[in-house]
Structure formats: structure tokens, C-alpha cells
């Protein structure tokens, strides 16, 4: 069987994504790096929360929550945005990388890094 179609197999035969896949996040950061260069960072908390520091320095702050296998972000800090913004949930360990897009719609290399 070609690896492709088996990983495509093994793919569909995980369970859906929760809250529990984001454990290594909780104590650790997710630092998002820009076509620009310029980074990024994530704070997640158990409880629901985030912090988070913009490309540009700026600080941030709001709830999270898992809906269909993603996490979606609601800002409140330091302006309530509308809406949310969700991505898919990637089951890593701490200095795992992954490509994904941005709420910018940009797309950016987002790694786990030890510590906060």
C-alpha cells in the first residue's frame, strides 16, 4: 500500500480534536513567524484564556475554545474584536513546527517552544 494512502488512513482514524491535544501548549508558547520575519507569540491557560503578543509588540488577551477539531480565538483585550478566529488543532510536541494561515490570511510557520 502506497505510504501516502496509508497515511491518509491512519489520518482519518484519529478521533476528532479536543481540548486534551492542546496540553503541551498549556505550558509552553506558540510563536508564530511571519513571511516578514517578525514573530508572534501565544500563551494558552487550562481555564479558557490566552494572552498573546502581536508581530508588532502589542499585548492581548481573550478566551479560547475548541469547536470542530480547531481553536477558536475570541479577542477582548485590548479591544473586543468581533467574532472568532479558528484553526486547526496539530497534535505536536514541544519544538514541533507546522505551516498554517493566519487570521491575516498570510501564511506562517507556527512552532512550540518550551517555556513561557
Do not use: H
Amino acid at each position: 500500500m502506497p505510504a501516502v494512502i496509508l497515511m491518509s488512513l491512519m489520518l482519518s482514524m484519529q478521533s476528532p480534536a479536543s481540548a486534551s491535544d492542546l496540553q503541551a501548549a498549556f505550558s509552553n508558547t506558540l510563536v508564530s513567524t511571519y513571511p516578514d520575519g517578525r514573530t508572534a507569540r501565544l500563551w494558552l491557560a487550562e481555564g479558557g484564556r490566552f494572552e498573546g503578543q502581536d508581530r508588532r509588540g502589542g499585548r492581548n488577551a481573550g478566551v479560547w475554545q475548541v469547536r470542530d477539531g480547531k481553536l477558536c480565538l475570541s479577542q477582548r483585550r485590548p479591544l473586543p474584536l468581533p467574532g472568532q478566529f479558528c484553526t486547526p488543532i496539530v497534535r505536536v510536541a514541544v519544538g514541533s513546527s507546522w505551516t498554517t494561515r493566519a487570521m491575516t490570511g498570510e501564511n506562517i510557520r507556527v512552532t512550540l517552544v518550551a517555556g513561557r
